[in-house]
């Protein structure tokens, strides 16, 4: 044998005999021990899992596997890898959910220790390779499941796929792609052919914190994102409040010069609502629907929204129960109705939420109205709170529809709140027609700030209704006023006889709010915008109504009442004041909040009036200011001189 055959040959003996001697030496030696742990002075916390899932009787047969040849590419994300249901009507899914109908499962997640309600880092994860992936797209969630059940631990599942190396890029920041009703700025009327203005009364405030999210990026908001009236019911004011809760409103009114137009006068309309007391307020039987979609996954969208509910969670007592419904691809219940008193429980649900997949929010909103609904209360406020980044592209995507839905479900007592994360496909009108038609209000939550103000500052009025369907009518004197407009509340305009309608649905206002509502009047004789009519002499039915410049008047229901009652209270010349110098703070303030509306607007009637004066007013008449919110508006006036002036040097 030659040289080289012999060390081949001496090769292979090593190659085969050393795994041999290895695994011989392994029995010889007997079990390898774990090693041993470090002692502790005090008992490992225990980390019971919460599963996800909903229990039913009994499961459908799984479908086979499809070969690889067969499989269709999926979205990544966790979320999005469950098959999707096929489209049906939202009138056909409203009907209340059958009990033995499986729901799609989920992964059961383990929550973190009581010590860390709510951790900077995530759990220690498994990797699972590209395979199992694959095979999970494939067969679907139920399947990959069972498959899965003795390859990991229960609670390593969905951490697994969170960080298989397809799953982790977070989609790009999506701009333009916002969603606005875009109502034309209101005008003047003529007080001799329209004597009246009807509208619905409003609190939202999203436009506010879409026109600060887009100031923080030095980019002016598009006039249709800008709603006058939400930025100015952002501030709280002063009003005087009323002394009962009989009379839920109390109203202030007053007349001024307006700032930006000699000849015109601006007139005041502001209510204050009756304040609940702690132990008085209802209790809050809360379903939070969020968008788990995996366009959440910025660091502004779906983090933000759970630290949000973190707070939210700060105001509710045992009292008070929270449930959570999701949705991607599809929608599924991630926690029961669950005491508020539980924390740790909510809190590892809320932690436990990722980010994956498409958006079938129409689903989403039946499951959570039908969790509501099995769980309804008739002594507490029962409330969905919808929490999304934008638009729904999966299953009942229909605005309309989606629309009828939720005014079905609000002749049930279940009212709907909206708060939107993230900039860039915001679907603005969408969430808009939810919460009006839904009972409810709509806030932008851009920072961790403002949803400290929305949810913990003002919890008691986000979540506490004293009054819904609530109206304002004001009919103007001809012998006084010649002309008038609405400042904003193109979206909210109401036809004069639905006033008396009780049958119109119209804004909820809540514990303890203020609403503000500002029109501009020509009085008879000043500088007209549209000419008089030759045969339009007005006569004041009574030298007493000769003075009054308008009379308002404030349509509202209890919330548990379909009855409205009636406020009224005229505006006449002891309200007036002879310069806006001479305006209350909150009247001079609001009135530059308008300004710097109508100015984002365009400035259709604002004339010369620019941001350095809306900056000298609001800076004059910030009076009180606990929170900060007018020192931050006069930084948000300087952001937009910023932006505009990048506007105006770009080519």
């Given at each position: 044998?030659?040289?080289?055959?012999?060390?081949?040959?001496?090769?292979?003996?090593?190659?085969?005999?050393?795994?041999?001697?290895?695994?011989?030496?392994?029995?010889?030696?007997?079990?390898?021990?774990?090693?041993?742990?470090?002692?502790?002075?005090?008992?490992?916390?225990?980390?019971?899992?919460?599963?996800?899932?909903?229990?039913?009787?009994?499961?459908?047969?799984?479908?086979?596997?499809?070969?690889?040849?067969?499989?269709?590419?999926?979205?990544?994300?966790?979320?999005?890898?469950?098959?999707?249901?096929?489209?049906?009507?939202?009138?056909?899914?409203?009907?209340?959910?059958?009990?033995?109908?499986?729901?799609?499962?989920?992964?059961?997640?383990?929550?973190?220790?009581?010590?860390?309600?709510?951790?900077?880092?995530?759990?220690?994860?498994?990797?699972?390779?590209?395979?199992?992936?694959?095979?999970?797209?494939?067969?679907?969630?139920?399947?990959?499941?069972?498959?899965?059940?003795?390859?990991?631990?229960?609670?390593?599942?969905?951490?697994?796929?969170?960080?298989?190396?397809?799953?982790?890029?977070?989609?790009a920041e999506p701009t333009g792609h916002e969603k606005?009703?875009?109502?034309?700025?209101?005008?003047?009327?003529?007080?001799?052919?329209?004597?009246?203005?009807?509208?619905?009364?409003?609190?939202?405030?999203?436009?506010?914190?879409?026109?600060?999210?887009?100031?923080?990026?030095?980019?002016?908001?598009?006039?249709?994102?800008?709603?006058?009236?939400?930025?100015?019911?952002?501030?709280?004011?002063?009003?005087?409040?009323?002394?009962?809760?009989?009379?839920?409103?109390?109203?202030?009114?007053?007349?001024?010069?307006?700032?930006?137009?000699?000849?015109?006068?601006?007139?005041?309309?502001?209510?204050?609502?009756?304040?609940?007391?702690?132990?008085?307020?209802?209790?809050?039987?809360?379903?939070?629907?969020?968008?788990?979609?995996?366009?959440?996954?910025?660091?502004?969208?779906?983090?933000?929204?759970?630290?949000?509910?973190?707070?939210?969670?700060?105001?509710?007592?045992?009292?008070?129960?929270?449930?959570?419904?999701?949705?991607?691809?599809?929608?599924?219940?991630?926690?029961?109705?669950?005491?508020?008193?539980?924390?740790?429980?909510?809190?590892?649900?809320?932690?436990?939420?990722?980010?994956?997949?498409?958006?079938?929010?129409?689903?989403?909103?039946?499951?959570?109205?039908?969790?509501?609904?099995?769980?309804?209360?008739?002594?507490?406020?029962?409330?969905?709170?919808?929490?999304?980044?934008?638009?729904?592209?999966?299953?009942?995507?229909?605005?309309?529809?989606?629309?009828?839905?939720?005014?079905?479900?609000?002749?049930?007592?279940?009212?709907?709140?909206?708060?939107?994360?993230?900039?860039?496909?915001?679907?603005?009108?969408?969430?808009?027609?939810?919460?009006?038609?839904?009972?409810?209000?709509?806030?932008?939550?851009?920072?961790?700030?403002?949803?400290?103000?929305?949810?913990?500052?003002?919890?008691?009025?986000?979540?506490?209704?004293?009054?819904?369907?609530?109206?304002?009518?004001?009919?103007?004197?001809?012998?006084?006023?010649?002309?008038?407009?609405?400042?904003?509340?193109?979206?909210?305009?109401?036809?004069?006889?639905?006033?008396?309608?009780?049958?119109?649905?119209?804004?909820?206002?809540?514990?303890?709010?203020?609403?503000?509502?500002?029109?501009?009047?020509?009085?008879?004789?000043?500088?007209?915008?549209?000419?008089?009519?030759?045969?339009?002499?007005?006569?004041?039915?009574?030298?007493?109504?000769?003075?009054?410049?308008?009379?308002?008047?404030?349509?509202?229901?209890?919330p548990d009442q379909d009855v409205s009652q009636l406020?009224?209270?005229?505006?006449?010349?002891?309200?007036?004041?002879?310069?806006?110098?001479?305006?209350?703070?909150?009247?001079?303030?609001?009135?530059?909040?308008?300004?710097?509306?109508?100015?984002?607007?365009?400035?259709?009637?604002?004339?010369?009036?620019?941001?350095?004066?809306?900056?000298?007013?609001?800076?004059?008449?910030?009076?009180?200011?606990?929170?900060?919110?007018?020192?931050?508006?006069?930084?948000?006036?300087?952001?937009?001189?910023?932006?505009?002036?990048?506007?105006?040097?770009?080519?």
């Amino acid at each position: 044998m030659t040289p080289i055959r012999t060390a081949l040959a001496a090769s292979v003996v090593v190659i085969v005999a050393a795994p041999i001697a290895w695994q011989l030496s392994r029995e010889h030696q007997g079990p390898v021990a774990p090693p041993a742990e470090t002692p502790s002075s005090e008992p490992a916390a225990p980390r019971p899992t919460l599963d996800i899932g909903t229990p039913t009787a009994s499961a459908p047969p799984a479908e086979p596997s499809p070969g690889p040849e067969t499989a269709k590419p999926e979205a990544t994300g966790a979320n999005s890898m469950v098959r999707e249901a096929e489209p049906q009507s939202m009138a056909a899914r409203d009907a209340p959910a059958d009990a033995t109908r499986k729901p799609a499962e989920a992964p059961v997640i383990a929550p973190p220790p009581p010590t860390s309600p709510l951790p900077a880092s995530p759990l220690p994860a498994t990797r699972i390779g590209r395979d199992q992936v694959q095979a999970f797209r494939s067969s679907g969630f139920a399947d990959w499941e069972r498959r899965g059940q003795e390859a990991s631990p229960p609670q390593m599942r969905a951490r697994a796929l969170s960080t298989a190396p397809d799953l982790q890029q977070a989609p790009a920041e999506p701009t333009g792609h916002e969603k606005f009703d875009g109502k034309p700025q209101s005008g003047f009327q003529t007080v001799q052919t329209a004597p009246v203005s009807t509208f619905s009364i409003d609190v939202d405030t999203a436009s506010y914190g879409f026109v600060r999210a887009s100031l923080a990026r030095d980019t002016l908001p598009p006039p249709a994102a800008v709603r006058t009236e939400e930025l100015i019911n952002y501030f709280p004011y002063g009003y005087p409040a009323p002394e009962n809760r009989e009379t839920p409103f109390r109203v202030t009114a007053s007349v001024f010069p307006s700032p930006w137009a000699e000849g015109r006068k601006i007139v005041r309309v502001g209510i204050k609502g009756y304040a609940l007391q702690a132990e008085a307020r209802p209790k809050a039987n809360l379903v939070f629907l969020v968008d788990t979609s995996g366009s959440m996954n910025g660091p502004n969208r779906l983090p933000l929204v759970k630290r949000s509910l973190a707070l939210l969670l700060t105001q509710l007592d045992a009292r008070d129960r929270v449930a959570i419904v999701t949705y991607a691809g599809q929608a599924g219940t991630v926690l029961e109705p669950t005491a508020a008193s539980d924390k740790q429980t909510i809190l590892s649900a809320i932690e436990g939420l990722g980010a994956g997949g498409s958006t079938a929010g129409g689903e989403g909103l039946r499951q959570a109205y039908a969790l509501a609904e099995r769980n309804f209360d008739p002594s507490a406020v029962n409330r969905v709170m919808l929490a999304t980044d934008g638009d729904f592209n999966v299953g009942i995507t229909d605005r309309d529809e989606l629309k009828g839905f939720v005014e079905r479900k609000r002749e049930t007592g279940i009212f709907l709140s909206v708060l939107g994360f993230g900039m860039g496909n915001t679907n603005d009108s969408l969430m808009q027609a939810l919460a009006q038609n839904g009972n409810g209000t709509a806030a932008t939550i851009d920072t961790l700030n403002e949803a400290r103000k929305v949810l913990v500052e003002e919890a008691t009025a986000t979540l506490f209704p004293i009054a819904k369907d609530v109206k304002i009518q004001v009919e103007f004197n001809p012998a006084a006023v010649a002309e008038y407009r609405l400042i904003g509340y193109e979206t909210r305009a109401l036809n004069r006889e639905d006033f008396e309608n009780d049958r119109v649905d119209a804004g909820e206002v809540g514990s303890g709010q203020t609403a503000t509502a500002l029109y501009e009047i020509v009085p008879v004789g000043g500088p007209r915008t549209v000419p008089p009519l030759r045969y339009g002499a007005a006569k004041p039915e009574s030298a007493a109504s000769a003075g009054d410049y308008a009379f308002v008047k404030i349509r509202y229901k209890r919330p548990d009442q379909d009855v409205s009652q009636l406020i009224e209270t005229p505006v006449g010349p002891a309200v007036e004041q002879p310069s806006f110098d001479k305006a209350d703070d909150d009247a001079r303030f609001a009135t530059a909040v308008a300004g710097f509306g109508e100015i984002l607007r365009n400035g259709r009637w604002t004339g010369r009036f620019g941001l350095d004066d809306v900056i000298k007013i609001a800076t004059s008449a910030r009076g009180e200011d606990p929170y900060g919110y007018r020192s931050e508006f006069v930084q948000l006036v300087r952001a937009a001189k910023t932006a505009q002036a990048l506007r105006s040097s770009r080519p």
